[in-house]
């Protein structure tokens, strides 16, 4: 009777084993892929983590590519401060003209890329005039200029609300000279960085 009871618990006791035992196959089956996804997750992570960082370091590198060009300067009737940037270019117009001249096209085109790389850019355009005409008229053909200038880059794709402009006539000549070499130098639309 005692081998009987031994016999029995023994029977058991292995059904419980092979029992217990048949879960951990079916698990360790399971485990691999889990054990894959796991790691697909993490390696897709550790790539997005890369990539907002080789982002941060590229904006945080054209900053200071742009700081570099950066002169500070007071302007009247300007609050606070503004700066040249020697990144964006002045384009030039014909005697009496406002139309953007197909040379100029390019240039703009280059300033309308520099002002995409660094979105919280915004700017002024400055329209200016040689010494020949009256005051009021040069005013008008500045803004004229200075306005075209604006239009440009806006279909550019430059945001609008980036971009102010201004008239200055002829009251800031480039070149103080009386020649047409001097007059061709202020017949222009300066940029200027208001914010950044």
Not at 13 to 39: F, H, N, Q, Y
Not at 136 to 148: D, F, K, Q
Request: with cysteine; hydrophobic share 35%.
């Amino acid at each position: 009777m005692v081998k009987k009871s031994i016999s029995i618990i023994i029977f058991s006791i292995c059904i419980g084993l092979i029992l217990t035992g048949c879960p951990k196959k079916t698990l360790m089956k399971e485990e691999p892929s889990v054990k894959k996804e796991e790691t697909a997750a993490a390696k897709a992570e550790a790539e997005r983590i890369a990539k907002e960082r080789e982002a941060k370091l590229s904006e945080e590198a054209a900053k200071k590519d742009l700081e570099k060009g950066l002169v500070a300067k007071k302007e009247p009737g300007i609050e606070g401060v503004v700066f040249e940037s020697s990144l964006l270019k002045d384009i030039y117009f014909e005697f009496d003209k406002y139309d953007i001249r197909p040379g100029d096209v390019a240039i703009l085109k280059q300033n309308a890329e520099i002002l995409k790389k660094y979105p919280k850019v915004k700017i002024q355009v400055e329209g200016h005039c040689d010494e020949r005409g009256t005051n009021e008229y040069n005013l008008a053909l500045g803004e004229r200029r200075a306005n075209s200038t604006k239009n440009y880059l806006i279909s550019l794709g430059v945001s609008p609300e980036r971009i102010s402009s201004i008239s200055y006539g002829e009251e800031k000549p480039l070149d103080p000279g009386h020649s047409e070499e001097a007059w061709a130098k202020n017949r222009r639309a300066h940029t200027i960085i208001t914010a950044k």
